[in-house]
């Protein structure tokens, strides 16, 4: 029996990371973190990871080749070295 990092009680520990901080915690404070069980590699999901991640995968011009209004109102400074004024005014 170790104490856990998290409790502070004496109990059976496993190593997990909670906030950011590796330590020895009891099945408790891990199901209450919504952690598994082991630490492991670090689990995510595709979807999660379009979503902290999506600015980054706008495309500059859309499914039908005209310029991607999203692209333009994240990415000005590059959005006017790309596309010119008419294109911009249109699509902006």
């Known amino acids: 029996m170790n104490t856990c990092d998290g409790c502070t009680q004496k109990r059976e520990t496993t190593g997990a990371i909670i906030k950011g901080k590796y ?6 404070c ?5 952690r598994p ?3 492991g590699f670090a689990q995510w999901s595709r ?3 379009r ?7 706008i495309q500059p011009w859309d499914r039908n080749g005209v310029p991607n209004r999203d692209f333009i109102r994240e990415y000005p400074e590059e959005a006017k070295n790309m596309f010119t ?3 911009l005014k249109n699509h902006g």
């Open 51 to 57: 979503e902290d991640n999506s600015r980054d995968l």
């Open 23 to 28: 330590g020895q915690y009891c099945r408790d």
């Open 47 to 49: 979807e999660r990871d």
């Open 37 to 39: 069980q082991s630490s």
């Open 85 to 87: 004024e008419e294109e």
């Open 30 to 34: 891990r199901t209450l973190a919504n």
